[in-house]
């Protein structure tokens, strides 16, 4: 079975898109249960609908979602990714400290379902903060590469 990756510029170009739990996961960089989880159309975070067996989502539950759960409803949302706490340990942190750092405020997290994820603009700020060299954005390598 083969992953089909979200087209952000097509998906974000219409609002009344339809998105499949595979979208929803490459987007919020969620595991496909913990995906599930959230879009479940009788427990779910997510106003979704079953159609046979699959689920679907309107782009503009998700992005009112993830506003919702941002508390910034002027964000643009279509550059932000989502860092989990395995990604954020590449930075040279321990599990334990990232997990204490989201619990004390230090650094700023929501959580999608049971996961912590940290939104990219929180991460930027934090390791700032830090002193770290700025993150390179998912775009970024995306346009250096189409340079080389």
């Not at 219409?14 to 989880?37: M, P």
């Not at 619990?103 to 700020?125: T, Y």
Request: aromatic share 8%.
């Amino acid at each position: 079975m083969t992953k089909k990756l979200l087209d952000p510029v097509a998906v974000n170009s219409d609002k009344n898109a339809l998105l499949t739990i595979e979208q929803i996961r490459a987007r919020l960089n969620l595991k496909r249960g913990v995906a599930y989880k959230i879009a479940n159309p009788e427990l779910g975070e997510i106003p979704s609908i079953r159609v046979g067996k699959l689920i679907h989502v309107s782009l503009a539950a998700l992005n009112d979602f993830i506003a919702k759960k941002l508390g910034e409803p002027d964000t643009d949302l279509r550059d932000i990714e989502f860092f989990n706490v395995k990604q954020i340990k590449a930075y040279g942190f321990a599990r334990s400290t990232v997990y204490g750092l989201v619990q004390s405020g230090k650094l700023r997290a929501i959580r999608f379902g049971s996961v912590i994820m940290v939104p990219s603009h929180w991460l930027d700020e934090f390791l700032k903060q830090c002193g770290y060299a700025p993150r390179i954005s998912h775009q970024a390598r995306v346009a250096s590469h189409q340079i080389e």
